[in-house]
């Protein structure tokens, strides 16, 4: 990538800051862009979730689920913690939480109910 010109004001390091960003942004989009983990993501911004959970809510197999929790999960975008035979997965970081709690009110809302 060329470098731009300082009389532009731009310091070479921080536009170098701002393409490594810029890398990360297009990485969680990529993560973001497959229908079912976007659902999954939706779901877990409800709160901490069991594989059994989100396959009963999504209707799809566990090796389907299972798969894309896989591939989120080394996305770096959710966690998971093992509690006796039960695995619960949750969302990891600031910025999936703020991009998902966004899609979630602008798409889900309306469909998902608040609990309680």
């Given at each position: 990538m060329n470098l731009p010109n300082l009389e532009n004001g731009i310091d070479p390091e921080d536009f170098e800051i701002l393409v490594a960003q810029a890398r990360k942004a297009s990485d969680m989009l990529k993560a973001l862009s497959h229908e079912v983990r976007l659902l999954i993501l939706c779901l877990l911004s409800e709160g901490e979730k069991t594989v059994s959970e989100l396959e009963d809510i999504l209707t799809m197999p566990q090796a389907a689920v299972s798969q894309q929790?896989?591939?989120?999960?080394n996305d770096g975008l959710v966690a998971s913690r093992r509690d006796g035979r039960m695995i619960y997965y949750s969302l990891v970081g600031g910025e999936v939480h703020t991009i998902i709690s966004s899609l979630y009110d602008l798409f889900c809302k309306e469909v998902r109910p608040a609990e309680g």
């Open positions: 929790l896989a591939r989120l999960r």
